[in-house]
């Protein structure tokens, strides 16, 4: 069964540094999404992407964050200076078209800020 | 604005028992409404979703869900528990759009089977 790849599975970096979370959505989806689950919370919604623009974008995505499909298998998420705040489990997922289809989850990078 | 509630955060069940984990959500229209489990280190893998229909799903590894609207609730079911089983449970309600649904997830039911 196809399934979304994360990479990498571990990220430690320090306050202030930029950092590419890299996200294979499934080929034939065209809807593309990232969460966030800081230790102990719910996850939540960042962004949603789909036709090279974002869709939707939650609270938490301020212009620290941003999102890109360099190419036609790749997606990005590009935290620009990051905080301690920012450590958390960072999922992908993507879905077919259509509104009423199923997110496929990634197994998400765990993002540590030192 | 919608979100999902699910009461229980630890649930202990002996192995062969029967499960039910609890989950209401708040959402203006026809909501739809997914199940996801997370086993340790992994992602999120969907059980089930309703969109319409039966209010009665079935899903993968011998789960179920049924819908009352009545109540606002998407509770999940397994009449027989094994050991694999044992993971974190999380019901999540979508937004319908026009380009993909953003997922609103409950704070997630940690089960623990018993031998």
């Known amino acids: 069964e196809p399934e979304v790849t994360q990479t990498p599975s571990h990220q430690v970096t320090q306050m202030g540094q930029e950092v590419i979370l890299r996200c294979v959505p499934i080929?034939?989806?065209?809807?593309f999404y990232w969460y966030r689950q800081i230790l102990g919370q719910k996850v939540e919604f960042l962004v949603s992407?789909?036709?090279?623009?974002?869709?939707?974008k939650s609270e938490i995505f301020d212009d620290q964050f941003s999102v890109e499909r360099p190419d036609g298998s790749n997606f990005t998420l590009k935290i620009r200076s990051t905080k301690l705040e920012d450590s958390a489990m960072y999922f992908c997922a993507s879905s077919g078209t259509g509104g009423n289809q199923p997110q496929h989850f990634g197994d998400g990078t765990r993002l540590s800020i030192l | 604005a919608q979100s999902v509630t699910q009461p229980d955060i630890h649930i202990t069940v002996s192995e062969g028992a029967s499960l039910e984990l609890r989950c209401n959500y708040s959402y203006g229209a026809t909501p739809y409404l997914f199940w996801y489990v997370q086993s340790p280190g992994q992602g999120l893998q969907l059980l089930l979703k309703y969109f319409s229909g039966d209010t009665l799903v079935q899903g993968i590894k011998g789960f179920e869900a049924e819908f009352k609207r009545s109540q606002s609730s998407f509770n999940l079911r397994k009449p027989s528990v094994h050991w694999s089983d044992a993971a974190e449970y999380f019901c999540?309600?979508?937004?319908?759009?026009?380009?993909?649904?953003?997922?609103?997830f409950g704070g997630g039911t940690r089960v623990l089977v018993k031998p």
């Open positions: 999540a309600v979508g937004a319908v759009k026009a380009a993909g649904n953003k997922l609103s």
């Open positions: 080929s034939n989806h065209l809807y």
């Open positions: 992407f789909y036709n090279n623009e974002i869709s939707e």
